[in-house]
């Protein structure tokens, strides 16, 4: 069964970073789109930023850019979000996905419903 999980979430204030880390047991042959998501109380959930497995061209949330950061280690089937300035406003449920239907990222990255692997969540919560 694969398994998306995440890990790196916790409490920091305004300003702060964090950087999330999520173990991919899939494998797949071919392109595929990798991304991160957030979901906040009462928020419907949104995307943050995506890659392909060929590591080019990352897409990002417009509140993100210039701010987060997202990549891969394929030697450690890993996914990784570096959160830096972290503002009040980024405090939610991180979760990684996986598309793995043989498309790369693309301009509909965002839409959660091509996505058929998700971890468990790893919580982001700052204060200001």
């Known amino acids: 069964q694969v398994q998306l999980v995440e890990s790196g979430g916790g409490a920091v204030q305004a300003g702060g970073s964090l950087r999330l880390s999520c173990v991919d047991s899939g494998y797949t042959r071919g392109p595929y789109c990798m991304a991160w998501f957030r979901q906040a109380p009462g928020k419907e959930r949104e995307g943050v930023a995506s890659?392909?497995?060929?590591?080019?061209?990352?897409y990002y949330a417009e509140s993100v850019k210039g701010r987060f950061t997202i990549s891969q280690d394929n030697a450690k089937n890993t996914l990784y979000l570096q959160m830096n300035s972290l503002k009040p406003e980024d405090t939610a449920m991180y979760f990684c996905?996986?598309?793995?239907?043989?498309?790369?990222?693309?301009?509909?990255?965002?839409?959660?419903?091509?996505?058929?692997?998700w971890g468990q969540g790893t919580q982001v919560t700052v204060s200001s």
């Open positions: 996905a996986a598309d793995r239907r043989g498309r790369w990222c693309d301009w509909q990255w965002k839409d959660s419903g091509r996505y058929g692997d």
């Open positions: 890659i392909n497995n060929g590591a080019v061209t990352p």
